[in-house]
Antibody, heavy 121, light 107 residues
Framework: EVQLVQSGAEVKKPGESLKISCKGS????????IGWVRQMPGKGLEWIGI????????RYSPSFQGQVTISADKSITTAYLQWSSLRASDTAMYYC??????????????WGQGTLVTVSS | DIQMTQSPSSLSASVGDRVTITCRAS??????LAWFQQKPGKAPKSLIY???SLQSGVPSRFSGSGSGTDFTLTISSLQPEDFATYYC?????????FGGGTKVEIK
C-alpha cells in the first residue's frame, strides 16, 4: 500500500529554522516525483515545488524560490521541506504528494496527511 | 506563470443535481489538467488527470472535459459526500499552478 506519512505539527517562533518530513512507503521512492503544497488558513492550495528523489532534480515555484529548500534522502525514502528563518506568514498546513505520470498524463495521486506549521512569537 | 481561474468560487446545490465547475487557463495547456477534491480538515484527493481520465476508485458520476484553455468538471448526480471544495491544477509547465477553488455547499 502506497503511503506518505508526514511529521507532526510544529510551533515555532519567527526567525527559527524548521525541517518537516514526508516518508514514502509501498512503492519505489526514487521513481516518482514528490511535490509540496501550502494551504494557508482558510485559503486555497499553492504549489511550492517538487523533487525527483532518484537524482534530486528540484523545481520551485518563483513565489517560494529562496524561501524554502526541498530535499530528499533516498536511503530512508524521505522528502523534506525546510526553512532557515521562519516568518509568521509561513503559518499554514503543508502537504506532500506523489506525482504519478502515465504517458505524460500526471496527477498527484497520493497525499500525506499534512503538517501544520504555526509561527508565532 | 499560467493563471488558473475557476468559476464559480462557490455554489449551492441539492442532492441529485448536476453540477458543473469551470477552469480556464491563461494560456493553452493541451490536456495537462487535474482536478482535486478537498474536504474540511483533510488532504486533497485526486479525481481526474489528463483533463478527462478518472483516477482509480473515483465514482463514475465525476467526469472531466476540455482541452487548450477551457475545462470543466461535472458531477452528474450530486451525492451527500460530494460537498467539498474542488481545485483544478495545470501541469503543462512549471510552476504548476492551482485554481482558486470552488466550494460546493448544500442548498
Amino acid at each position: 500500500e502506497v503511503q506518505l506519512v508526514q511529521s507532526g505539527a510544529e510551533v515555532k517562533k519567527p526567525g527559527e529554522s524548521l525541517k518537516i518530513s514526508c516518508k514514502g512507503s509501498g512503492y519505489s521512492f526514487i521513481s516518482y516525483w514528490i511535490g509540496w503544497v501550502r494551504q494557508m488558513p482558510g485559503k486555497g492550495l499553492e504549489w511550492i515545488g517538487i523533487i525527483y528523489p532518484g537524482d534530486s532534480d528540484t523545481r520551485y515555484s518563483p513565489s517560494f524560490q529562496g524561501q524554502v529548500t526541498i530535499s530528499a534522502d533516498k536511503s530512508i525514502t524521505t522528502a523534506y521541506l525546510q526553512w532557515s528563518s521562519l516568518r509568521a506568514s509561513d503559518t499554514a498546513m503543508y502537504y506532500c504528494a506523489r506525482r504519478q505520470c502515465t504517458n505524460s498524463l500526471c496527477s498527484f495521486d497520493y497525499w500525506g496527511q499534512g503538517t501544520l506549521v504555526t509561527v508565532s512569537s | 506563470d499560467i493563471q488558473m481561474t475557476q468559476s464559480p468560487s462557490s455554489l449551492s446545490a441539492s442532492v441529485g443535481d448536476r453540477v458543473t465547475i469551470t477552469c480556464r487557463a491563461s494560456q493553452g495547456i493541451t490536456n495537462y489538467l487535474a482536478w482535486f477534491q478537498q474536504k474540511p480538515g483533510k488532504a486533497p484527493k485526486s479525481l481526474i488527470y489528463g483533463a478527462s481520465s478518472l483516477q482509480s476508485g473515483v465514482p463514475s458520476r465525476f467526469s472531466g472535459s476540455g482541452s487548450g484553455t477551457d475545462f470543466t468538471l461535472t458531477i452528474s448526480s450530486l451525492q451527500p459526500e460530494d460537498f467539498a471544495t474542488y481545485y483544478c491544477q495545470q501541469y503543462n509547465i512549471y510552476p504548476l499552478t492551482f485554481g482558486g477553488g470552488t466550494k460546493v455547499e448544500i442548498k
